[in-house]
């Protein structure tokens, strides 16, 4: 079984300071790990993921995200956030056989 | 854009009655993937299809079904709705079966509402 938690379902942060949103995963398997956002209306578009390899990941918009198996988090930051950050982010983790299971999601806003 | 359509963006329709939603994935992917996001549950998957075959089940009620056609693009048929099927309904498609590394690319959704 999998599954992930998604520390913080809203999260502020000022505009220009560090975005750090964070993801606990639970897998049995050695896990693959991914970030989504969705702006308003909008689908799901893939921000980052890691497979295997190199622990730190860098994904588009300027985020990365490091996967720390002592700790079984894929924890997402930016060092310096924009008014167009703003959205929801979703973790998801799967692995083996297992499907996607995605987090309940953090919804970011950014204050000017 | 993910290369991902889904139509209609919004559907509006009574209590009772049956809609069908529509996707076409992006082009070389095999696998359909649907999903319903709504407040109070999130993002549930429901459904997927690989080259034409049902390959995984989630949350899926009875009332709902899908399929996929051979030219791979999929519907999804919700009947008897009841106001609680108000959400937001993703389609998502990959290239391969929905292994573990197999990155899903989702279409903008159909907001349906029940009235």
């Known amino acids: 079984a999998q599954s992930v938690t998604q520390l913080g379902s809203h999260v502020s942060v000022s505009e220009g300071a560090l975005v750090l949103l964070r993801c606990n995963y639970s897998?049995?398997?050695?896990?693959?790990l991914f970030w989504y956002v969705q702006y308003p209306n909008q689908g799901l578009q893939l921000l980052l993921k890691?497979?295997?390899?190199?622990?730190l990941v860098k994904g588009i918009n300027g985020y990365e995200a490091e996967f720390k198996k002592s700790e079984t988090s894929f924890h997402l930051t930016k060092p310096s956030a924009h008014m167009s950050d703003a959205a929801e982010y979703f973790c998801?983790?799967?692995?083996?056989?297992?499907?996607?299971?995605f987090g309940t999601g953090t919804k970011l806003q950014v204050i000017p | 854009d993910s290369g991902v359509t889904q139509t209609p963006k919004h559907l509006i329709t009574a209590t009772g009655q049956r809609v069908t939603l529509r996707c076409s994935p992006r082009s070389g992917d095999l696998s359909v993937y649907w999903y319903q996001q709504s407040l109070d549950q999130g993002l549930q998957f429901l459904i997927q299809y690989y080259n034409g075959e049902e390959r995984a089940k989630g949350n899926i009620l009875e009332r709902f079904s899908a399929q996929q056609f051979p030219d791979l693009h999929s519907e999804l048929n919700l009947s008897s709705l009841e106001l609680g099927d108000s959400a937001l309904y993703f389609c998502?498609?990959?290239?391969?079966?929905?292994?573990?590394?197999?990155?899903?690319?989702f279409g903008p959704g159909t907001r349906l509402t029940v009235l």
């Open positions: 998502a498609s990959s290239p391969g079966t929905g292994g573990s590394t197999d990155t899903q690319y």
């Open positions: 998801a983790v799967s692995g083996g056989y297992q499907k996607v299971t």
């Open positions: 897998s049995s398997v050695p896990p693959y």
């Open positions: 890691y497979t295997t390899g190199a622990t």
